[in-house]
């Protein structure tokens, strides 16, 4: 199963107002179903791999039901505030002690907003109210755990989570059922910050270092009139190009990003459209195959570029093709 996405709010933010809908925060981690099935654990990211080795402090979810689906997040505190950067890297650890030790030294919160499945029983069709009731029983003093607090005043919310420089707001509609794989209108989200999941098509390097990487191309994948991705003549993904991003990228984080791209296979040229000559000059053109974390102040309304996006990360719980725009219901 694939998570249900929220579509972006208007702008400038304005959550829904009335008791047809509660907001909650929105938590700055890597978003996780999970499953567990006969007692075993699985924590899925949204692309279904399972990471569960990753997070051993997570472990007691296995004890919560023998039949279960939950839809939550990872989140590790650093002073209080969620650290996208601390829970990231521990997906990129292996099992065993490595694991136990970012464990023991930084450990994640499983904060969980939805219950999906239980006993066999799938809830999805059940509205939100009735999902949220059931889950609020359920996970009480399970360690590791915490429920997603809920609000009725999204605008209070809003202006909460801005000044404790949180992510943002998410608002749902209490009768919504859950659409797995789709980015619903019945639920809305309302980011402080424009971060995107981009795909790397390519690089430059910087103007007096030709050794170094100065810049990544990035882009989205196109869906094709099936839904499903477009493929180049070479089997590749094809991408919609949303810029070039530079900022973020001086010292280690690019250094860690070039070591990572230098073991992605070359390949055609992967965007849409053709990119200014200044632009291309120099670059290195590469698979699809890595996704990235960049934020924006939105995007250009005429050819949809990034503004002065800026790198935050790599997104390894993330395949190019899960980026490909979901098909969207109304409610």
């Not at 707001?169 to 059922?177: F, W």
């Amino acid at each position: 199963m694939r998570p249900m996405l929220a579509t972006p709010g208007e702008v400038p933010a304005r959550p829904p107002t009335g008791p047809a809908w509660v907001h909650e925060i929105k938590w700055d981690g890597i978003r996780l179903l999970a499953d567990v099935t006969e007692g075993r654990l699985r924590l899925l990211t949204r692309g279904g791999r399972d990471i569960a080795h990753a997070f051993p402090e997570l472990a007691a979810l296995g004890a919560v039901a023998e039949d279960l689906l939950l839809d939550g997040e990872a989140v590790c505190l650093v002073e209080g505030r969620p650290s996208f950067s601390h829970v990231v890297e521990r997906v990129h650890v292996g099992r065993g002690a490595a694991a136990e030790r970012l464990a023991a030294a930084r450990p994640a919160t499983y904060v969980v907003f939805d219950l999906l499945r239980l006993d066999g029983l799938d809830l999805t069709a059940l509205p939100w109210s009735s999902r949220r009731e059931a889950l609020e029983q359920l996970v009480e003093d399970v360690p590791g755990v915490q429920l997603s607090p809920v609000y009725d005043d999204g605008a209070m919310l809003l202006t909460a989570t801005r000044e404790q420089h949180l992510e943002g707001v998410v608002s749902k509609r209490r009768d919504a059922a859950y659409h797995p794989g789709t980015r619903s209108t019945a639920w809305v989200k309302f980011p402080h910050r424009d971060r995107v999941s981009v795909v790397v098509g390519g690089w430059r390097p910087e103007t007096d270092r030709p050794g170094r990487i100065g810049a990544v191309h990035v882009g989205l994948p196109l869906r094709g009139p099936d839904g499903m991705p477009q493929l180049a003549a070479d089997g590749s993904l094809r991408l919609r190009y949303r810029g070039r991003v530079g900022s973020g990228l001086a010292g280690r984080a690019g250094e860690q990003l070039q070591r990572l791209l230098a073991g992605v296979p070359a390949g055609d040229y992967p965007f849409d459209a053709p990119i200014p000559p200044v632009e291309a000059r120099g670059s290195t053109w590469l698979r699809p195959q890595v996704v990235v974390d960049v934020a924006a102040l939105g995007a250009d309304g005429t050819v949809g570029r990034l503004r002065q996006p800026s790198f935050q990360g790599v997104r390894p719980d993330l395949a190019p093709a899960d980026l490909v725009a979901p098909v969207e219901e109304p409610r």
